[in-house]
């Protein structure tokens, strides 16, 4: 018996290990609208520390693949990231008048599909604050990013 308790305690910090270290990033879809950028990812860091540094690692990758982040004359831009890790879903038929349900759902236009839907769950924001400065909000926390000196 506490041989089987050892293996399942043994498996069990195993995935945890490797749920929270080694998770690879995905970005699934990317739709922008003037200034505002929407950005579907799975398998996105758990941690603070890790969507920040996943921010930060990726930020040029982003800019040359995708133009994000589109500024205005001014330098204002809004990026968000969404969590799309339960996949699309289909806006829900007929009348939503008693259904909770699809007030949790972010439906995007660039997809051809009925399929179009995900659940409300964001991992991070991003946007501009003053003087090149960076806001990115997780939760309830927000950070400010200092620009970077070239």
Not at 16 to 25: A, G, M, S
Not at 58 to 69: E, T, V
Not at 92 to 120: A, H, M, Q, R, W
């Amino acid at each position: 018996m506490k041989i089987k308790m050892t293996i399942t305690l043994i498996t069990l910090v195993i995935t945890v290990i490797y749920l929270i270290f080694f998770r690879i990033p995905e970005i699934v879809l990317v739709q922008q609208s003037d200034t505002y950028t929407d950005i579907v990812a799975k398998n996105f860091p758990l941690t603070k520390y890790g969507k920040i540094k996943w921010w930060n690692e990726n930020k040029l990758f982003l800019k040359n693949k995708y133009q994000i982040p589109k500024p205005d004359q001014h330098g204002n831009y809004n990026i968000v990231i969404w969590d799309g890790g339960s996949g699309f879903k289909k806006m829900p038929e007929g009348s939503t008048l008693f259904s909770l349900g699809t007030n949790d759902l972010y439906c995007f236009s660039v997809i051809d599909s009925n399929k179009n839907c995900i659940e409300k769950n964001i991992f991070m924001e991003i946007e501009n604050w003053q003087d090149g400065q960076a806001m990115i909000r997780i939760g309830n926390d927000e950070i400010i990013q200092m620009p970077l000196k070239e």
